[in-house]
């Protein structure tokens, strides 16, 4: 039987996002692009043929609106961090029962097949290191098991401590997370999701970009 997941997104509000990537385009575009890479992992998420629900856990009106159009579900951010909006996401609004996976919002190169391929791989508790090894892009959990996220810093080895498996697979666009100015060049030459893409060709930024793989 074809498990279907709840996946979940805890996005801040655009102006407080993605404040390393501050310098990459104008000041006044900033919340664009940190808008255009959400709605451009959410459409990938969307296109998994295992995702069934996507809940967005968010305080911000225009994100609420985006991800609204595109398919998802809005959830009130509790206000209390990054993981706690995971947790909310997935343990309280998506239920203990359902089989969940909480994922970055600033994956703009992402695959739905790579995500159909790293959800049919999990078995317990487990989670995809960033590009880089130390941070995570995707922490899954079965049902009756909790999240318990660790995001931030290095968050890899927290999440191996704690007991969660980490999966190693061919899924550059889901490992490439976007913090950097260096990070958005990556995830072009990955082929960024049409929207990030687009916005970046209108500021000048690039001549063009990678098709999607």
């Given amino acids: 039987m074809l498990r279907k997941w709840t996946a979940v997104i805890p996005v801040k509000r655009l102006h407080a996002a993605k404040t390393r990537l501050r310098g990459a385009v104008p000041v006044d575009r900033h919340p664009e692009l940190a808008l255009a890479m959400v709605r451009d992992t959410v459409t990938a998420v969307l296109g998994s043929s ?18 609204r159009d595109l398919g998802a579900r809005v959830a009130p951010d509790p206000g209390a961090g990054l993981n706690a909006a995971m947790r909310y996401g997935a343990d309280e609004v998506a239920g203990l029962s359902a089989y969940r996976v909480v994922l970055a919002g600033d994956l703009p190169a992402l695959r739905p097949e790579h995500l159909d391929d790293v959800l049919g791989r999990v078995a317990g508790r487990s989670f995809v290191p960033d590009a880089a090894g130390i941070g995570t892009v995707l ?21 191996a401590a704690s007991g969660a498996t980490p999966l190693a697979g061919d899924w550059p666009g889901l490992r490439q997370d976007v913090d950097t100015a260096a990070d958005l060049d990556t995830v072009l030459t990955l082929g960024a999701g049409r929207r990030t893409c687009g916005l970046l060709r209108d500021l000048g930024l690039t001549a063009e970009c990678a098709p999607a793989a």
């Fill in 139 to 159: 922490l899954a959990a079965p049902p009756r098991a909790v999240l318990d996220p660790r995001f931030g810093g290095p968050s890899a080895a927290a999440h």
């Fill in 50 to 67: 295992v995702v069934a629900d996507l809940v967005v856990v968010t305080d911000d009106p225009a994100v609420s609106a985006a991800v």
